[in-house]
């Protein structure tokens, strides 16, 4: 079964820390990799997607894959109060889709 | 990113009344679309995979006769709750594949169903 894992936390960090949010997956067929966020009440949006071993930078996100220990990570930087939410990571395959069960971020004023 | 629409947002009705919720692909094609249950401070829970012209597919434990789901177009997927009890009150969320692409998923703005 395919299976992708995350601590549901809460991960408490203080503005201005970095945030490192982490995943494993289960699947070594997964070929792409996702991460959302989700605030209370709203529906998941889309943050990064990353597909190849190493880092993806996006503005104050960056994402890390190591496909040979089946690992995804997420860091925020310069951390916000409006980063708290709930982390979704998903992994994909040739037709699936497997999401984990999110970790919730807490950043502190 | 691509746009997912949901509609209605939220939506009262009554016990024992059905409700439809729509949520469509606006400027992509999308062959699959899933529905998905969340309960307050709960993760999301897929219900089913739709796909366009065929039937969808259920998780187990959804009863497919209650959640009617109709994928009639490449933009357009349903879900019909019918005879909504209360504990069917509850967010619900569609995404939507984008084709062609790397299996990148966007999601609707979620709905809100209240079941009285």
């Known amino acids: 079964q395919k299976e992708v894992e995350q601590n549901s936390g809460p991960l408490s960090v203080p503005e201005g820390a970095i945030a490192s949010l982490n995943c494993t997956y289960s699947?070594?067929?997964?070929?792409?990799f996702f991460w959302y966020r989700q605030y209370s009440g709203k529906s998941p949006e889309l943050i990064m997607f990353?597909?190849?071993?190493g880092d993806k930078e996006d503005g104050r996100f960056t994402a890390q894959l190591n496909k040979a220990s089946q690992y995804v990570s997420l860091l925020i930087r310069d951390s916000q109060p409006s980063d708290s939410a709930t982390y979704l990571c998903?992994?994909?395959?040739?037709?699936?889709?497997?999401f984990g069960k999110g970790t919730m971020l807490l950043v502190s004023p | 990113g691509a746009v997912v629409s949901q509609h209605p947002s939220w939506v009262i009705c009554k016990s024992g009344t059905s409700v439809k919720i729509e949520c469509r692909s606006l400027?992509?094609?999308?062959?699959?679309m899933f529905w998905y249950r969340q309960f307050p401070k709960q993760s999301l829970m897929l219900m089913a995979t739709s796909n366009e012209g065929s039937k969808a597919t259920y998780e187990q434990g959804v009863e497919k006769d209650k959640f009617l789901i109709n994928h009639a177009s490449l933009t357009l997927s349903t879900l019909t709750v019918t005879s909504a009890h209360p504990e069917d009150s509850s967010f619900y969320i569609c995404?939507?594949?984008?084709?062609?692409?790397?299996?990148?998923?966007?999601f609707g703005e979620g709905s809100w169903l209240t079941v009285v």
């Open positions: 990353i597909y190849s071993n």
């Open positions: 400027d992509f094609q999308a062959t699959t």
């Open positions: 998903a992994a994909s395959g040739y037709s699936t889709l497997t």
């Open positions: 699947d070594r067929g997964s070929q792409s």
């Open positions: 995404s939507a594949k984008q084709t062609p692409g790397r299996n990148t998923i966007y």
